[in-house]
């Protein structure tokens, strides 16, 4: 329905313009296109398209039930092939459904994969940093929101057309890394992950568990300990590199497992230990230069009280009185390595709430320092994922092991097969359990707009019913299924010589699932726009909701036309709408890295 629906708000801001001249023929109409606001009705019954009128009453100066009657019975006069109503102070269009049907039809079967493509943001160069994770451990659940938003909003945008470079920063240095550093060579030293038959990622989260058990034993002292270290590594300490370069490859190895099997890339790969020392360049450049200025202490900070929002502090600390980097200093740096590498339009950072008030100075910092491309430059804020239990902590081993969350929703997968009896039905059950767990696992991820905190529940997501990636997966099989059995002997001879006739798609449920599917560039779109996956994944639902009560609704093999040849034509042309869910199912399913199942 967009290109209609693009039509239709022309056709609506042409008969506006034409009773603004009636008024007044020397008033202008300049900006008025952009007030036309198409929506969809609640109740079908009331239309396929709703235009109010509310915006234009001041300027015609009449009621928004005036100007929709006058509006309604110009646009009529001027299409009579569609029924328009002027309901109060809308304007409702009821579409001409032969057309239409035609046309989604054609457009979804033609572009396949390319249907959705809108190119509104074609020549746009938009760099996304995601994942972020630090060397001390493994990737967990809030981890796997980070990357899920990440991946999403970048394939998104690029089937939007924008040119999309995906990076990462390995947090790699720090104190936080030198306290694992600390416990294994205190508790571990010698040992092998393989020592212990866990992922090598998981093997350095335990040393940084270890830490904190060490730290509640040792106050202060353990703390001392890790900044010492932290001291050493950043003057060259040779036996203190060793360790760091030992245990970040074992966290690195790790990490690359989760996110080959996740579904996560990077077009490149930053790492803090290489960028850091950049950012403290800038740093000692803006002193120079008077943008920043030294405290009693010996620190390096930044005025803040030019920002006027409520501070934390009236001062950000740039550099430590010792000379040592904060986390600031990196991400100056990092950014203007970035520009550099890949000068972009925009940047996106998807990072977590909590860490705003860190951005507003970032992108503060990097404006005084100069760079104009700061204005481009955007915190994509998520909430935070609890669990029923409550909230994860990592120093108290309590968090959700990303590779364990997976294993765990894939045997459950691997177990309803199994009850199911469809394991040797199956061409690859195992796969097949793997493919469900991830897609449960996405969609419930990003069924919730970035911006709110989620409480994720591993059963609900599993759910073959309801609002899960399981139940569109489940949708995606059974089309899959239909489309094989159209093979069968006795329904490809009925099939052979049937056309596809859009027009016989009259029934309601056939109209719904229609305009569910023609709406699908509008939803990319919006979804890239306020960069929120959610509006992807309640696109799907809703398609599969539609596609649901067509089934039902619609017998595809047995359909009840006039005569024997119109009722081959009605199947055929129902397997085409089905076909066309199919593919726009996948195609809806790519984005929001929730596998398409021909089989389950």
Known sequence: MDSSKDLWREHVASCLKEIVRETDPSASCEGMDNIVVAEIPPDPAMGDLGFPMFPFAKILRKSPAQIAEKCAALLAGSFPDAVVKAEGPYVNVFLPKKDMAARV????????????KTGVLNGRRIMVEFSSPNTNKPLHLGHLRNDALGESISRILKFCGADVYKVNIINDRGVHICKSMLAYRKFFDGKQPSDFSVKPDRFVGD???????????????????????????????????????????????????????????????????????????????????????????????????????????????????????????????????????????????????????????LFYVLKLLGFDWADQLYHLSYGMVNLPEGKMKSREGTVVDGDDLINTLKNEAAAEIKEKERTDSLSDADAVAEKIALGALHYYLLQTSPTKDMLFNPKESLSFNGNTGPYLQYMGARISSILRRSGEADKAAVLENAQVKPELLTDPAEWELLKALSSFPDAVTRAAENRDPSIVTAFM?????????????????????????????????????AKAVSIVLKNAGELVLVPFLTEM
């Open 207 to 361: 040393c940084y568990v270890k830490f904190n058990d060490y730290s509640r034993e040792n106050p202060g002292k353990a703390d001392e300990e890790a900044k010492e270290m932290l001291r050493l590594w950043e003057a060259g300490d040779p036996g203190t590199i060793r360790l760091w370069k030992t245990m970040n490859g074992w966290a690195l190895e790790g990490l690359k497992q989760t996110y080959k099997r996740t579904g996560i890339s990077f077009d490149k790969i930053y790492f803090e230990s290489e960028t850091y020392l950049k950012g403290k360049d800038e740093v000692f450049a803006g002193l120079e230069k008077g943008i920043f200025f030294k405290a009693e202490d010996g620190s390096v900070c930044v005025d803040l009280s030019p920002l006027n929002m409520d501070l934390k502090a009236e001062k950000k600390v740039l550099l430590r009185s010792d000379g040592t980097s904060v986390y600031i200093t990196q991400d100056i740096g990092t950014a203007i390595s970035r520009h550099n590498d890949w000068p972009f339009d925009v940047m996106i950072y998807v990072v977590g709430s909590e860490q705003q008030y860190h951005f507003k100075v």
């Open 105 to 116: 039809l054609a457009d979804v079967i033609s572009q396949g994969e390319n249907y959705g």
């Open 541 to 577: 639902y809703t398609v599969s909701k539609c596609f649901s009560r067509f089934y039902h609704d619609c017998p595809i093999f047995d359909a009840a036309g006039k005569t024997e040849e119109e009722s081959a034509c009605l199947s055929r042309t129902r397997l085409e709408l």
